[in-house]
């Protein structure tokens, strides 16, 4: 046992314990007899439809991710951003903090890592500021729409997101804390090059594949949402879209696993989604998030799995 205090393991140790602990907490108010009903409320119509939007979510990834390959000239085909996409998947559900789908480059070219990584995060910038703009819509939806008062805790959450994305970009450009010259902000400051680029056709395209993926993801869990008894479909892609808009800020347990159905269940209540089954409203978020990681995450992972493993035609990684 005492291998498993080594340095190297003390981060997955940790973050299987916050995860478990997370779980237990987010769900300890489930009735045990609740769990019997959400698998009874599976409709394979539905979780079909569902599935089926996961693949197309899926599908708007890999073209974001071939054109931005393209951004930094790695001239692909069409099966290495697809098989990186899902090996990212793995990496991602596997290490600390989602901190390995940034590895995923890595499969894109051997001898330019530096800007294979860079691809990665400008790819990650696409999801994030598509999440954000989402949740933001969300919030002005809640204002206009429902006519629902900006709670305290959004408020709050609001105002330390914005501290913290501004504070993060001030201490990058800050020659006291970070020398302008380190490689972090040097990236940045190629990122910032980068920025005009967006507003090319294939930048636009970029990030109208972004918003689709996202799109997809949002009324994939609305739907799932509604199968297991929430009736509102519009509040449950307000929630959905208002949820994911805070996981970025929230990414410590495996898979968002806790974090994901918390943050549901905290919408769908702020909404007053009104359902229409015996399941409470943490039994309705527990199980669209169960299903949205098994589509979204686990399939797509045991995809890269397998596709790694059974491809051995090493000349399929990139040179360049």
Known sequence: MKFLFQKKYLPWILKIILTVLFLYFVNRTIPKEEFSSIVAALCWPTMVVAFLLSIAGLYFQVKRWEIILRFQEFFVGKQIPLKTILWGNLLAFI????????????????????????????DKLFIIFTVLLFGLLGIVLLYWHYNLSISKEIKIFVIIAGIVCTGGVGILFSGKIINRNHTVVGQVLRLLKN?????????????????????CLCLQSAILLNMFGAINLAKGIVSAALAYGVMPFLSFTIGNMGVREGALGFFLRYLNANHSSTLSLESIAFGTSISILAMNLLLPALGGLIWYFLDNDQTTTIQS
């Not at 894109?108 to 990665?120: E, G, I």
């Not at 680029?197 to 594949?209: D, S, W």
């Open 95 to 122: 290490t600390p903090g989602r901190i390995g789908e940034l590895f995923r480059g890595l499969m894109v070219s051997k001898t330019r890592k530096a800007d294979a990584l860079f691809a990665v995060v400008i």
């Open 195 to 215: 920025i005009p680029r967006l507003l090319n056709p294939a930048g636009r395209r970029a990030m109208m594949y972004s918003m689709l993926a996202h799109l």
